[in-house]
């Protein structure tokens, strides 16, 4: 059995090396530190050792480059056996945006050892990141593919790159989009045996980083967590196809960005009466309340007095003009009120 494997130019040749002997002869092989050396030292283990480099100890004979059992196996995509293509020795993550979150992840990928590569038409890529030419040229040679651009460029960044994705590359795609945008990607990836991630970052990313805690679902999931779990991202697996993740922080953003709207807009018409600082001090007490009973009481309330708190933001709204500020909340409040105040058909008859 021969390996195939890339020469200087990026040509594949069919020459074996000494890790690809090794390898062909069922012996397990670990590399050794290679932070600042020019090339990789492979250090050789007998299938039936128990013992390999620092001690660790084979339960199964076969261990991934930090030590850790390999326990991965061909995931399937759209129906289609795959295996994904983990590199001994030289996993490499190539980064796709280069912009706040982005610069952020990669750094701390640098910095947990990782070899990572990057493409952003408009930013160079921060230190210790191998920067590339294109989309394209980021991928070549990339195990693992973090897209973090915007939901608008999902599709094109992929589109840009996949033709130079190996099969067996995995695909994450950290952009917050619909459902139905990661569902595309997969669709798109699949002819090539690439595995699509759907990955919904479930916290800001300034200020931690890799350690974002990650939602994620997709064809991918396992390869996805096996190599990035070590290095230190906080990963939680949602069960299902590429959409799931990303459906589900976008449901709790429906209340996250909603309340912040509602606050916004109320806090511009309280500054524009001259009570700012009361309203202020009145939605911190209120939120500082909140419990696990707050929120039957919002549901239960809203249904029973539809009609009278449909009237009441009738009033806000009215006010809110007044002041000036435009009362796109109050607005959408009212008319949600409205709306649950009448009765469905069920009851008319």
Not at 127 to 135: K, W
Not at 294 to 321: F, K, N, P, S
Request: one cysteine or more.
């Amino acid at each position: 059995m021969t390996r195939r494997a890339m020469d200087d130019a990026g040509t594949p040749t069919t020459a074996p090396g000494a890790a690809d002997v090794c390898l062909d002869a069922g012996v397990h092989i670990e590399t050794g530190p290679h932070k600042h050396a020019i090339q990789q030292t492979f250090f050789p283990y007998g299938t039936d050792s128990r013992e390999s480099a620092g001690g660790r100890e084979s339960t199964s004979g076969r261990k991934s480059t930090n030590g850790r059992e390999n326990t991965s196996e061909p995931e399937s995509t759209d129906g289609r056996e795959r295996k994904n293509v983990l590199s001994l020795g030289t996993g490499r993550i190539a980064v796709l945006g280069l912009g706040e979150a982005g610069s952020e992840i990669a750094r701390d990928l640098v910095t947990a050892g990782a070899s990572v590569c990057g493409f952003d038409p408009l930013l160079a890529p921060p230190a210790g990141v191998d920067g590339r030419s294109s989309d394209a040229d980021a991928v070549r040679d990339a195990d693992l593919v973090l897209s973090v651009n915007s939901s608008h460029d999902a599709v094109p960044a992929l589109l840009a790159a996949l033709g130079a994705l190996r099969p067996g590359t995995i695909w994450a795609d950290l952009n917050t989009a619909a459902p139905s945008v990661k569902e595309t990607l997969a669709s798109l990836a699949a002819p090539r045996e690439v595995g699509v991630v759907d990955v919904a970052l479930m916290s800001p990313v300034p200020g931690k980083g890799l350690r974002t805690p990650m939602l994620v679902s997709g064809s991918a999931v396992r390869g996805f967590s096996e190599m990035l779990t070590p290095l230190g991202a906080v990963i939680t697996v949602q069960d299902g196809p590429a959409g799931a993740a990303i459906g589900r922080k976008l449901l709790r953003s429906v209340f996250y960005k909603g309340l912040a709207a509602a606050v916004v807009e109320a806090l511009a018409a309280a500054e524009a009466a001259g009570c700012g600082d009361w309203l202020r001090g009145n939605i911190s007490a209120e939120l500082a309340g909140f419990d696990e009973r707050t929120i039957e009481r919002l549901v239960d309330g809203t249904h029973r007095h539809a009609r009278r708190r449909a009237d009441e933001m009738a009033a806000a709204t009215e006010q809110l003009r007044s002041l000036g500020v435009e009362p796109r909340i109050a607005a959408a409040a009212r008319d949600l009120l409205i709306e649950l105040s009448q009765p469905d058909e069920g009851e008319a008859k």
